[in-house]
């Protein structure tokens, strides 16, 4: 059983008598997409896959996310897919929040529990069916994958939260940590996707100024995250989007401790140009062996 609490629900429709005024924010720098605004009207249908409603939570655009796309998927009992991945370039990360999963990569099949977390490589064969008779929510974060000279492309990634022992952060007393699923050290991952713990009452302590861009999905808790030139309150089932080199800080401001799910990309050379080259038929490096 699950020790971790994720929030995963989404759907329905607001009552004619809720007020419109809310926190959803849309800026060149920055957006948050409480958890209101994930209503059914909202949602979205993707080819290939059966029972499902996807929302998007970002995507590459002009003014908006420039390096990776952010689905929230529901997938009711009997559904799934065969054909997932429409780009043969894309990496993906799956975190699984609730329901079970059969998932089958490179024809070997896997069960996936709440708190599954699953990094898939570029050109790796995989589809996905709801195991059971529960509706599966997990969150499926796309990457055009950036292939460096002389280094092999990474390996699947199967894991937990529940069984990874979080990174305490420098100087913080514990109160500030991060669940990592992959290496800082590892060149073969030209992206991150970690979990941030904080404890009621722990901060970031300055303004983060950075190229990485970031997704933030609001997994447990409540806090107060400065973006840009903003405070915003944030709480489970929110999400955000940090430009490159957007300023941002937090606090936990709930009684429990408050936690998100992190995109990042790094461990790549800044492009030379605004877009960098579409990976599209060059040869991907070899798989490690």
């Not at 990174?167 to 940590?177: A, C, I, K, Q």
């Not at 030209?190 to 979990?195: E, K, N, S």
């Not at 709480?235 to 957007?246: K, Q, S």
């Not at 790549?268 to 579409?278: D, E, I, V």
Request: charged share 20%; glycine share 10%; proline share 8%.
């Amino acid at each position: 059983m699950s020790k971790h609490k994720y929030y995963p629900s989404m759907g329905g429709l607001p009552p004619q008598s809720q007020l419109l005024s809310g926190r959803a924010v849309f800026t060149e720098t920055h957006a948050v997409i409480p958890k209101g605004v994930l209503s059914s009207i909202t949602a979205s249908r993707l080819p290939h896959w059966e029972n499902t409603l996807a929302w998007v939570l970002a995507r590459p655009m002009s003014g908006f996310a420039e390096t990776f796309a952010q689905y929230l998927m529901e997938v009711s009992p009997g559904g799934g897919s065969d054909q997932p991945e429409p780009d043969p370039g894309a990496e993906a990360v799956l975190f699984l929040m609730e329901g079970e999963l059969d998932l089958t990569i490179r024809g070997e099949k896997h069960h996936i529990v709440p708190g599954g977390y699953v990094f898939l490589p570029p050109g790796c064969p995989w589809s996905l069916r709801v195991a059971g008779q529960g509706t599966a929510r997990f969150h499926w974060i796309r990457k055009r994958y950036e292939a460096a000279e002389g280094i092999d492309l990474p390996d699947v990634i199967l894991a937990n939260d529940n069984d990874i022992a979080p990174e305490v952060m420098p100087d913080t007393e514990g109160r500030w940590s991060t669940t990592r699923f992959v290496h800082w050290s590892d060149m073969r991952h030209d992206m991150h996707v970690t979990i941030v713990n904080m404890e009621p009452g722990a901060v970031i302590p300055f303004l983060e100024t950075h190229v990485m861009e970031h997704g933030l999905y609001v997994l447990q808790g409540r806090g107060v995250y400065r973006l840009n030139d903003e405070w915003v309150e944030v709480e489970a089932g929110d999400f955000m989007w940090l430009r490159a080199f957007c300023p941002q800080a937090c606090y936990a401001g709930g009684p429990s401790t408050f936690r998100y799910l992190l995109y990042k990309d790094m461990n790549r050379h800044a492009p030379l140009a605004l877009r960098a080259p579409a990976l599209g038929g060059a040869a991907l490096p070899r798989a490690a062996e």
